[in-house]
């Protein structure tokens, strides 16, 4: 969707505010997981304070995608309210933190996009805790013991670790 605010531009104390639902079914992953199952909610407020035009957002998603560590889908929600300040023109570098549109036309879709990308996670855990596969036999140690053998380690940090114990 797009959001024009021209109106928004020309007046001190003006303000919009827009609710708007992003598709984000199409996005996906470096691993190639489409990742946001529902349609995003957003809700948009652009104001003029003192000649400065910003724009607030407020985005709640659901990732749904597979641990990185056992492998188990799992879903996870996020709230954000990523804030912006809109210019139509730039006035030295570009350090990115405006947005810039000469026409006042903002993409709402697009901004969000930026937004949320840059909100995920490197790790995708389904806890943080989560004690991931068995590496021998591949069983989710999340459901219990597997029943191996466990590695003892290095027999110098055990006797340590006993010592650490009494
Ligand atoms: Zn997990
Ligand atoms: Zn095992």
């Known amino acids: 969707m797009k959001m024009d605010l021209g109106k928004i531009f020309d007046l001190e104390g003006e303000s919009l505010v827009v609710e708007d639902v992003v598709d984000l079914s199409s996005v996906k992953l470096s691993s190639g997981i489409k990742p946001f199952a ?11 304070r003192a000649g400065v035009v910003t724009l607030s957002l ?6 749904r995608v ?12 996020y ?10 023109e730039l006035h030295g570098e570009d350090t990115g933190e405006y947005v ?11 901004l969000v996009l930026t937004d949320v990308v840059l909100e995920l996670p490197m790790v995708m855990l ?25 590695e003892t380690g ?7 670790k006993q010592l650490l114990e009494q």
């Open 38 to 48: 529902q349609p995003v909610p957003v809700k948009a407020v652009a104001q003029n």
């Open 79 to 88: 709230s954000l309210t990523p804030e912006h300040t809109v210019v139509r």
């Open 100 to 110: 810039v549109t000469p026409d006042a036309v903002v993409d709402l879709d697009e």
């Open 66 to 77: 597979p641990c990185d560590r056992c492998l188990e889908v799992f879903e996870q929600s």
């Open 126 to 150: 389904c806890k943080q805790d989560c004690k991931g596969l068995c590496s021998r036999c591949g069983a989710n140690l999340n459901h219990g013991a597997c029943g191996c053998k466990q």
């Open 58 to 63: 407020s985005v709640s998603f659901t990732l």
């Open 154 to 160: 290095d027999p110098r940090l055990a006797v340590l």
